[in-house]
């Protein structure tokens, strides 16, 4: 997968989702939105609808899934019910475990690296963080989490919730582009 995808789901928590997405486009992250349905409306949690970039049938047809990088991201913002109706997306779920086993990174915030990076089949010894009380899935699998806003560990990149999304989308950032890239965006977002 060449690419930085970043996937809604209905229920998405906005503010991780666009604030990440923000970040990595002033940072020069060419980050595409993409819909899990077949058009391209999405409702957040908090029932603000927003357009992606591309429906995920566009998604499944302009996408090469062999090849995948360190620098090729899918990124899982949170919020309830979007973390569970992203997980419930088996598809999409097979496409991001094939992609990591293959070199590519994941990123998620919030509930989504406890309901969707889980699903991950090595998660063993990994540091993790996500928003309080949805430990146990991580914990199940021998993650280790904190509640530190962001954690990177080696192609994983967790954030631990709202109040953390633009330090998540610099994690993200600072893991593509280096960390000057990342304090150039910071100093005109004034952060």
Not at 30 to 50: F, W
Not at 81 to 86: A, H
Not at 131 to 157: H, M, P, Q, S
Request: charged fraction near 25%; include cysteine; aromatic fraction near 8%.
């Amino acid at each position: 997968m060449k690419g930085v995808f970043l996937f809604l789901a209905n229920g998405f928590e906005e503010t991780e989702a666009l604030a990440t997405a923000d970040v990595l486009k002033r940072g020069g992250v060419d980050v595409k939105t993409v819909s899990i349905y077949d058009d391209k409306y999405v409702t957040s949690a908090h029932k603000v609808t927003v357009i992606a970039d591309m429906t995920y049938g566009e998604f499944r047809s302009t996408t090469d899934f062999e090849d995948a990088g360190k620098d090729d991201v899918m990124i899982f913002p949170g919020g309830m019910p979007g973390s569970s109706n992203l997980a419930g997306k088996a598809d999409l779920m097979d496409i991001m475990k094939h992609h990591y086993e293959h070199g590519g990174t994941v990123a998620a915030i919030c509930a989504a690296p406890s309901v969707v990076l889980s699903l991950l089949p090595d998660i063993a010894g990994k540091t993790m963080t996500c928003y309080d009380g949805f430990e146990d899935a991580l914990v199940a699998k021998g993650a280790v989490c904190t509640k530190n806003g962001t954690e990177t560990d080696g192609r994983i990149i967790t954030g631990r919730g709202p109040g953390f999304a633009f330090d998540f989308g610099f994690a993200i950032l600072t893991y593509l582009k280096g960390e000057s890239a990342a304090a150039e965006v910071r100093k005109g977002m004034l952060i």
